[in-house]
């Protein structure tokens, strides 16, 4: 567990000054329902069931959240845990597989007596897993980023309120892509759940632009090489719109770099390509002047929020964006703060509905769906959001971020309405 001391961490920002309410972070020691531990009226913690991918093509992600989770924690924990309980987070490795997930999910609530789950990431895993939820009557936090949640395809016990779904990120990033590199897109994507909604969603998101999509290319997440692919980009694309993911992400990009050189199409990507891949790698020298969507940056920028910087302490993060600890364990900058804000949404709904036990799973559902604005601060260092309790989906503002040097410098922050679309469903009518 990392710990970080008193120190000061930015214009006078200190662990001890958040904890005593400085700036966003006073909702730490004032949210409805705060008492110590002495204080509470149970002891026995609140057992969150961390549903992680220790193993499988998600381990890199599920590494850092882990670490980003433990890091929180102990924060919550500093400042009188929820309710006055300590928070104790029980790991379960799915192995990044929908039907491990599944049996993960009825393990936590018949065998470890959790009080919710939380913390899955790739979109097969959440989908496979959220029916027994439902079925087990347990609330579902998920830190996933796909579209499966706002949809309301699954059940109201599952809610995405700490990082972006897909839908709402391309839509922001399509008007500065049709505007800055061109509007004729070749979509290379991985095929399933996560990279179907790039497939879904951008097209519509870049024909508003003016654009058009001239070739979608969907390739299995776990190939391991893409040479037999790149000859299916059509001639005439102006900016190759690449996302991909797993443990074949590195040879990728090498292998895109290697067919066109530095003479082919604008590159746009999503950070996925490259989460816990260090820029300066060989290889990935074509990627210079090209451009990523971020959630977060993985690089410090110059004009980094005092929050911002605090929780980049606290995780153990260098100005890189690598392990305090190892300057080549590369961190997943880009989604893992959805852990730490995702706690944080947990911890101010079980406050707000006084959640003593299992009997209150409801309540705080209802409790989190009655949440609204969500201002940015040590508790949300990704900044400002919305949370849309009808879709149980947050809306927040997203980084377009270019290669630099081998590094991500920030060149655009989308607004949060730039992202906003309608519902199409509503968890508050249905029943439990």
């Known amino acids: 567990m990392n710990r970080i001391n008193n120190q000061a961490v930015g214009n006078g920002l200190t662990r001890r000054s958040v904890l005593k309410g400085a700036g966003a972070g006073a909702a730490l020691l004032s949210a409805p329902g705060f008492v110590r531990y002495a204080q509470a009226q149970s002891s026995e913690p609140i057992r969150i069931g961390f549903q992680c991918h220790r193993t499988g093509i998600g381990a890199p992600y599920g590494r850092w959240y882990d670490?980003?989770?433990?890091?929180?924690?102990?924060?919550?924990?500093?400042?009188?845990?929820?309710?006055?309980?300590?928070?104790?987070?029980?790991?379960?490795?799915?192995?990044?597989?929908?039907?491990r997930g599944s049996e993960v999910v009825e393990k936590f609530v018949r065998q470890h007596k959790v009080d919710l789950i939380y913390g899955t990431l790739f979109s097969h895993v959440v989908v496979g897993s959220a029916p027994t939820a439902g079925e087990l009557k347990v609330p579902y936090y998920v830190v996933?980023?796909?579209?499966?949640?706002?949809?309301?395809?699954?059940?109201?016990?599952?809610?995405q309120p700490g990082i972006t779904d897909v839908k709402a990120q391309v839509r922001s990033v399509a008007p500065w892509i049709a505007s800055n590199l061109g509007k004729k897109v070749t979509l290379v994507y991985p095929d399933y759940a996560f990279g179907h909604d790039h497939r879904d969603y951008f097209r519509p998101a870049i024909e508003a632009q003016g654009g058009e999509v001239v070739a979608m290319i969907p390739i299995p997440p776990t190939e391991t090489s893409f040479t037999r692919y790149l000859p299916q980009i059509p001639r005439n694309t102006d900016v190759i719109y690449h996302v991909m993911v797993g443990p074949a992400v590195l040879t990728f990009v090498k292998e895109l770099g290697e067919f066109f050189g530095r003479g082919g199409p604008q590159l746009f990507g999503?950070?996925?390509?490259?989460?816990?891949?260090?820029?300066?790698?060989?290889?990935?020298?074509?990627?210079?002047?090209?451009?990523?969507?971020?959630?977060?940056?993985?690089?410090?920028?110059?004009?980094?929020?005092?929050?911002?910087k605090f929780y980049r302490d606290a995780v153990g993060l260098d100005e890189n964006g690598a392990s305090v600890n190892d300057p080549r364990?590369?961190?997943?900058?880009?989604?893992m703060f959805g852990c730490w804000e995702t706690l944080y949404i947990?911890?101010?709904?079980m406050e707000a509905c006084g959640y003593r036990g299992p009997q209150d799973r409801e309540a705080m559902i209802e409790a989190t769906e009655a949440i609204t604005e969500i201002p940015a601060g040590t508790e949300h260092p990704q900044g400002r959001k919305i949370f849309d309790g009808r879709i149980h989906q947050v809306f927040g503002e997203q980084?377009?971020?270019?290669?630099?040097?081998?590094?991500?410098?920030?060149?655009?922050?989308?607004?949060?309405?730039?992202?906003?679309?309608?519902?199409?469903?509503?968890?508050?009518?249905?029943?439990?």
């Open 144 to 159: 996933s980023e796909g579209y499966h949640v706002a949809s309301g395809k699954l059940n109201r016990y599952c809610v």
């Open 67 to 99: 670490r980003v989770t433990t890091a929180a924690v102990e924060l919550i924990n500093e400042a009188g845990g929820i309710n006055g309980r300590p928070v104790e987070i029980i790991i379960e490795d799915d192995g990044t597989d929908a039907a």
């Open 346 to 349: 947990i911890k101010q709904a």
């Open 329 to 335: 364990d590369i961190s997943t900058a880009g989604h």
């Open 399 to 432: 980084n377009i971020s270019r290669v630099k040097d081998g590094r991500l410098e920030v060149v655009h922050r989308t607004s949060i309405d730039d992202g906003r679309y309608e519902p199409e469903a509503d968890y508050t009518t249905m029943s439990f």
């Open 270 to 308: 999503f950070i996925d390509s490259l989460e816990a891949v260090d820029l300066r790698s060989p290889g990935l020298e074509f990627l210079e002047g090209s451009h990523f969507w971020e959630g977060m940056p993985r690089y410090a920028q110059a004009d980094m929020p005092d929050y911002e």
